[in-house]
């Protein structure tokens, strides 16, 4: 024992050897170093007199550090670090630090970790094409993208379209292959009666209905039919169908009661035929390209007319516009990876198609960076849906790294694809893959296909599910996507703050683990999965509807979850949530903040950060309000402690109206981040003596961080703000505006319902003055809803807040003023319920003949939705009655707790914490 440190002495293993020494029977170091039973060493090279080289003599030290290098122990040689690292230790004591083994490196540049994607359209040319592709070079440009599992397309030669043929490319690609793939079949105007005996051995069947690089084409409809009819429905049908044709498949699929996928769609009139066939309930699934995305009929001027073409054809802007607008509508990316030589694409007769592999997750990682897309869409259409939609089983221990702020250009010498050469050639992009570890081997890294031909392991064969029957199982984790801390580190002031990282849970045997490096139980993992707005549950209607096919297809609003949504859902079921319970598990938000969450929550308000009105709020700053409400929320439910992120603030309560849930969710807040509350009411302070709002409010300022405002006149808080030193924040001005009551209005029905977009919002009650409507109204211009307003005579929606959003919205949002709530309530998916505002009537005549009018029973909400909600800003009177609450549709409770987490972030945000 050494200054309370235990030493065990070891014996210089190069000479001397058996000399004793004064403390006990000494152990060979070479033995430890072997054994690797040292975790560090700490070795300072003598520094002696004379000009002397080192490598001239053979010290003991130097031995030592050459044995330490030669076992892979890590090792310091200088005094400094040696002093860093034994003062480290010394404050950590016997604590292990917090660190994660799964991490080899920690390193400054913004790793975001994301699931192995996957894309399910790819052409390798193999056999019959190998000088344009095969799967050595396929399989490796498909790691450098990112893509750790592919679907390979039929139109080969020969093609494959039968058992031989099957057969013969499965066994090319089980030698050749890096990366895991599932192979489709090739329909034909012959073998719809032979193949369906295969289905289980494929990702799929395509049919080709329209022109392009095959000999597959089939023109007759009645030939489709027969495919439509004898395939199996629960083995997905991809259709390559364009225009007209795409409208006609659709067709067939819906005269046979069969979900149907479209390959690459490309046109305005593609994209809104799918979302009208979604509407009703059709199961129909799409996909869209890169080159459909980021490219146009305009970019012939610098690839010229052969090299440009592809098929389907680029469309115009207008088509490529309303791709953007669809997103939503739109289940899968898929690259549609076909390539060709150099010399075949600028030949008199060029064949179509694009390389597209290694390019389109640069892509769309740029279009993230430039707020175009979230890593959420990437996810949800590059993993989970194309599971869900193909029956995809896991791939354990597989994830992808990419850098988020890399910026680069693309180059063709840089490409794995054997055609070395792309339409995006000089690009620059934002975000890069770093890493990719398939089945837990690194199989890419910085440039580098590490694995060997035949790594990759078909997912349709039985020894795939061998494989998996084999990696003990300990809990379930399925492919949810969370954010989890992965390491601390230091800001420019010193104080700590966390560096982010996406990491997801990909099948047993990743672990996920939080700050502390201890590991989180997988049902916090399986807690947020990611939720497609076009869940449907119309599966009763389309029977029978199998596996997984359809389950992120059709656009019905606010289905998500019900009696069915299991067998959607094939990888597992979507947890529920009783009524009473705190807010239920399916939110789209994320867990901690981004780097882009924190730039866009730093551009709300001006200097100072007054909250004043919800038109202040761009989407983007929403959603990450959203997800900074959420990491606060999943914080308090864990019970971890807050306290240092307002710590020394204080916040100003200024209420000139009563109010129970505003003021008590405003000081809770403020409380749980640590800082102090001080209060002012109107009543009680000198207000009763004639002191003006403006003269209050600048005094209240100079006591504290923030102020918090509620007043009963309209545009009294803006005047407040006008002279506040400090952030203010608009609590309510009379029957005006309330924007904190819409953010949190909003943030529940994403946590409640997992979108917004798509839904039928039905406000109910005084709409004249209530301010939480017109607020809520005017938020919702954001997304794609549809509005119907329930009212008294007399206590309608005020026509300059319908004209906001009429105008706002650009007539996209429709806006119905519905004369009874029995009329409304069955195609209803949040039900907005506000109470007749006595106080707001000059008689009470006038208020008695209000109200009274609608009161929401368990008796009427039979009528309604089985999966839809009931909000309520509160306070209620008789608008709804109490035995309604143990309706699991009875969100107001969990409402009022959902202000709480919103009204935390929002102080954060103003205060310039949001980093915590």
Same mark, same amino acid.
């Given at each position: 024992m050494e200054n309370g440190i235990d030493v065990e002495p070891v014996e210089w293993t190069f000479e001397n050897l058996g000399e004793?020494?004064?403390?006990?029977?000494?152990?060979?170091?070479?033995?430890?170093?072997?054994?690797?039973?040292?975790?560090?060493?700490?070795?300072?090279?003598?520094?002696?007199?004379?000009?002397?080289?080192?490598?001239?003599?053979?010290?003991?030290?130097?031995?030592?550090?050459?044995?330490?290098?030669?076992?892979?122990?890590?090792?310091?040689?200088?005094?400094?670090?040696?002093?860093?690292?034994?003062?480290?230790?010394?404050?950590?004591?016997?604590?292990?630090?917090?660190?994660?083994?799964?991490?080899?490196?920690?390193?400054s540049r913004n790793t975001i970790r994301i699931p192995g994607l996957i894309d399910i359209h790819v052409h390798l040319r193999e056999p019959g094409g190998t000088h344009k592709e095969d799967f050595r070079t396929g399989s490796s440009a498909a790691l450098a993208g990112g893509f750790t599992m592919i679907c390979v397309m039929p139109n080969t030669n020969p093609a494959i379209t039968d058992r031989t043929t099957l057969m013969m490319a499965k066994e090319i690609a089980k030698k050749n292959s890096r990366c895991d793939y599932a192979l489709f079949l090739g329909g034909t105007e012959h073998n719809f009666q032979e193949i369906p005996e295969l289905s289980s051995l494929v990702a799929g069947l395509k049919l080709y209905l329209n022109d392009t690089y095959t000999t597959l084409k089939m023109d007759d409809i009645s030939i489709w039919a027969k495919h439509f009819v004898h395939w199996p429905s629960n083995v997905p049908l991809c259709v390559h169908a364009e225009s007209k044709t795409c409208a006609a498949a659709i067709l067939v699929a819906a005269l046979h009661n069969r979900p149907v996928h479209i390959c690459h769609i490309s046109l305005r009139e593609e994209i809104e035929l799918i979302k009208e066939a979604k509407l009703r309930g059709l199961p129909i699934t799409c996909e869209v390209t890169p080159h459909h995305l980021f490219l146009t009929e305009k970019?012939?001027?610098?690839?010229?007319?052969?090299?440009?073409? %592809?098929? @389907?054809?680029? &469309?115009?802007?207008?088509?490529?516009?309303?791709?953007?607008?669809? =997103?939503?509508? #739109?289940?899968?990316?898929?690259?549609?990876?076909?390539?060709?030589?150099?010399?075949?694409?600028?030949?008199?007769?060029?064949?179509?198609?694009?390389?597209?592999?290694?390019?389109?997750?640069?892509?769309?990682?740029?279009?993230?960076?430039?707020?175009?897309?979230?890593?959420?869409?990437?996810?949800?259409?590059?993993?989970?849906?194309?599971?869900?939609?193909?029956?995809?089983?896991?791939?354990?221990?597989?994830?992808?790294?990419?850098?988020?702020?890399?910026?680069?250009?693309?180059?063709?010498?840089?490409?794995?694809?054997?055609?070395?050469?792309?339409?995006?050639?000089?690009?620059?992009?934002?975000?890069?893959?770093?890493?990719?570890?398939?089945?837990?081997?690194?199989?890419?890294?910085?440039?580098?296909?590490? %694995?060997? @031909?035949?790594? &990759?392991?078909?997912?349709?064969?039985?020894?795939?599910?061998?494989? =998996?029957?084999? #990696?003990?199982?300990?809990?379930?984790?399925?492919?949810?996507?969370?954010?989890?801390?992965?390491?601390?580190?230091?800001?420019?002031?010193?104080?700590?703050?966390?560096?982010?990282?996406?990491?997801?849970?990909?099948?047993?045997?990743?672990?996920?683990?939080?700050?502390?490096?201890?590991?989180?139980?997988?049902?916090e993992a399986e807690s947020k999965p990611l939720i497609s707005p076009f869940v449907s549950t119309i599966r009763n209607n389309f029977s029978p509807v199998g596996i997984g096919h359809g389950s992120c297809?059709?656009?019905?609003?606010?289905?998500?979850?019900?009696?069915?949504?299991?067998?959607?859902?094939?990888?597992?079921?979507?947890?529920?949530?009783?009524?009473?319970?705190?807010?239920?598990?399916?939110?789209?938000?994320?867990?901690?903040?981004?780097?882009?969450?924190?730039?866009?929550?730093?551009?709300?308000?001006?200097?100072?950060?007054?909250?004043?009105?919800?038109?202040?709020?761009?989407?983007?700053?929403?959603?990450?309000?959203?997800?900074?409400?959420?990491?606060?929320?999943?914080?308090?439910?864990?019970?971890?402690?807050?306290?240092?992120?307002?710590?020394?603030?204080?916040?100003?309560?200024?209420?000139?109206?009563?109010?129970?849930?505003?003021?008590?969710?405003?000081?809770?807040?403020?409380?749980?981040?640590?800082?102090?509350?001080?209060?002012?009411?109107?009543?009680?302070?000198?207000?009763?003596?004639?002191?003006?709002?403006?003269?209050?409010?600048?005094?209240m300022s100079g006591y504290s961080d923030v102020v918090v405002l509620r007043h009963p006149t309209i545009g009294s808080v803006g005047k407040a703000a006008a002279k506040c030193r400090k952030p203010l924040i608009n609590a309510g001005d009379g029957v005006g505006e309330h924007p904190t009551q819409a953010l949190l209005d909003v943030f529940t029905i994403r946590e409640e319902l997992g979108t917004v977009n798509g839904l039928i919002i039905t406000m109910v009650g005084d709409l004249k003055n209530g301010r939480t409507v017109h607020s809520l109204a005017k938020i919702l211009t954001m997304y794609q809803v549809k509005l119907r307003y329930v009212s008294p005579k007399g206590l309608e929606m005020p026509l300059d807040v319908m004209e906001y959003v009429r105008f706002k919205s650009k007539g996209a949002i429709s806006q119905e003023v519905v004369s009874s709530l029995d009329e409304a309530l069955p195609e209803t998916d949040v039900l907005y319920v506000t109470r007749i505002q006595k106080e707001r009537f000059e008689s009470e005549d006038e208020y008695n003949r209000a109200s009274g009018q609608f009161s929401v029973t368990p008796r009427l909400m039979t009528a309604a939705k089985r999966r839809m909600i009931v909000m309520h800003p509160l306070p209620r009177l008789t608008e709804i009655s109490p035995e309604f609450d143990s309706d699991p549709r009875a969100a107001y409770f969990r409402q009022a707790e959902a202000g709480m987490y919103i009204r935390m972030a929002l102080l954060a945000v103003v205060l310039d914490r949001c980093s915590f």
């Open positions: 004793g020494g004064d403390k006990g029977e000494l152990i060979d170091l070479t033995d430890y170093l072997a054994r690797k039973q040292f975790d560090l060493v700490i070795n300072l090279p003598m520094r002696s007199g004379g000009a002397r080289r080192v490598s001239a003599f053979l010290t003991h030290g130097y031995r030592t550090r050459r044995l330490a290098i030669e076992y892979s122990v890590p090792l310091v040689t200088d005094v400094k670090c040696a002093k860093l690292i034994v003062e480290a230790l010394r404050k950590i004591g016997r604590n292990s630090p917090p660190v994660k083994p799964h991490i080899d490196c920690i390193s970019d012939v001027s610098h690839l010229g007319e052969s090299k440009i073409k %592809v098929c @389907p054809r680029l &469309g115009t802007e207008n088509d490529q516009k309303a791709l953007w607008e669809h =997103l939503d509508v #739109i289940d899968c990316f898929a690259s549609d990876h076909a390539p060709h030589t150099m010399e075949e694409k600028i030949s008199e007769k060029a064949p179509p198609g694009f390389p597209g592999l290694e390019t389109m997750l640069p892509l769309l990682l740029t279009a993230v960076n430039q707020g175009r897309l979230t890593l959420e869409d990437i996810v949800a259409k590059l993993h989970t849906n194309p599971k869900k939609i193909f029956n995809l089983p896991d791939q354990p221990n597989t994830y992808v790294e990419v850098d988020m702020n890399a910026e680069w250009t693309i180059t063709e010498k840089n490409q794995f694809t054997k055609c070395k050469w792309t339409p995006f050639n000089g690009r620059d992009m934002i975000g890069s893959v770093c890493r990719v570890v398939l089945r837990g081997q690194t199989a890419y890294v910085d440039g580098q296909v590490l %694995v060997p @031909p035949g790594f &990759g392991m078909d997912l349709k064969e039985s020894q795939y599910a061998q494989y =998996l029957a084999a #990696i003990p199982v300990k809990k379930s984790k399925k492919s949810a996507v969370t954010i989890k801390d992965m390491h601390p580190s230091m800001s420019k002031s010193g104080s700590s703050h966390l560096s982010k990282e996406l990491v997801v849970s990909c099948g047993d045997g990743l672990g996920l683990f939080d700050t502390s490096g201890h590991s989180v139980e997988s049902h297809t059709p656009y019905v609003p606010v289905t998500l979850l019900s009696t069915t949504a299991h067998d959607y859902y094939s990888n597992g079921p979507i947890v529920s949530h009783t009524a009473m319970n705190s807010l239920p598990l399916i939110s789209p938000a994320r867990t901690t903040m981004t780097i882009q969450d924190i730039e866009a929550l730093k551009n709300i308000g001006g200097r100072p950060r007054h909250i004043l009105n919800v038109e202040m709020f761009t989407r983007i700053q929403l959603h990450a309000l959203f997800n900074l409400a959420q990491a606060f929320r999943i914080a308090v439910q864990k019970d971890k402690s807050l306290d240092n992120v307002l710590q020394g603030k204080i916040m100003a309560s200024v209420f000139y109206e009563v109010s129970t849930r505003t003021t008590c969710s405003f000081s809770a807040a403020a409380q749980r981040l640590g800082a102090h509350v001080i209060e002012m009411n109107g009543a009680t302070s000198s207000v009763q003596k004639g002191e003006s709002l403006e003269d209050s409010i600048a005094v």
